[in-house]
T-cell receptor, first 113, second 114 residues
Framework: GNSVTQMEGPVTLSEEAFLTINCTYT??????LFWYVQYPGEGLQLLLKATKADDKGSNKGFEATYRKETTSFHLEKGSVQVSDSAVYFCALNHGDNFNKFYFGSGTKLNVKP | SQTIHQWPATLVQPVGSPLSLECTVE??????LYWYRQAAGRGLQLLFYSVGIGQISSEVPQNLSASRPQDRQFILSSKKLLLSDSGFYLCAWSRGGSVTGELFFGEGSRLTVL
């Protein structure tokens, strides 16, 4: 079946540190991959996405590359800020007729000044 | 542009009372609609999804139900709430028929059952 596994948190970093949040997936065929971010008390917002192998999604300094050979979509940022503190969710869309989405369990990021 | 709204934002209900959460989408037609639940400190659990009026698919058997009386309206209900129903409920939509589309989420509704 389809599933997403991401590293457990919380991840605590100092401001300007390098961030990596690991995400691997299991899926048949060629899913689209997403990273969503959830700030405290809010709904989820799309951060970036990639729709085919070797695509790189990027937004707000965050990047993730769709690696089919390792079935991974790791999230990276070169220099985190306090405002990046949030919960990050990796997700895949298998592209069935009903556009069903599978989410990882979320990784909480705390950035300290 | 498209917008999604859900309400109420917060509610506190006693065990055994009914529930109704509403969600509406504007600026698009024939969207796929979803209800997710996020328990404290946990990930997202898909509860229901709908690809059209009156078409509801349930992912997890429980005492909740969903209805889609209009194209852009999605309602989550319960006749009798349980303590375990507490959580953060998120409505979402995606473009129907799109294989590379994304989910757009509402602001969420926080339910506390006492």
């Amino acid at each position: 079946g389809n599933s997403v596994t991401q590293m457990e948190g919380p991840v605590t970093l100092s401001e300007e540190a390098f961030l990596t949040i690991n995400c691997t997936y299991t899926a048949t065929g060629y899913p689209s991959l997403f990273w969503y971010v959830q700030y405290p008390g809010e709904g989820l917002q799309l951060l970036l996405k990639a729709t085919k192998a070797d695509d790189k999604g990027s937004n707000k300094g965050f990047e993730a590359t769709y690696r089919k050979e390792t079935t991974s979509f790791h999230l990276e940022k070169g220099s985190v800020q306090v405002s990046d503190s949030a919960v990050y969710f990796c997700a895949l869309n298998h592209g069935d007729n009903f556009n069903k989405f599978y989410f990882g369990s979320g990784t909480k990021l705390n950035v300290k000044p | 542009s498209q917008t999604i709204h859900q309400w109420p934002a917060t509610l506190v209900q006693p065990v055994g009372s009914p529930l109704s959460l509403e969600c509406t989408v504007e600026g698009t037609s024939n969207p796929n609609l979803y209800w997710y639940r996020q328990a404290a400190g946990r990930g997202l659990q898909l509860l229901f999804y709908s690809v059209g009026i009156g078409q509801i698919s349930s992912e997890v058997p429980q005492n909740l139900s969903a209805s889609r009386p209009q194209d852009r309206q999605f309602i989550l209900s319960s006749k009798k709430l349980l303590l375990s129903d507490s959580g953060f409920y998120l409505c979402a939509w995606s473009r129907g028929g799109s294989v590379t589309g994304e989910l757009f989420f509402g602001e969420g509704s926080r339910l506390t059952v006492l």
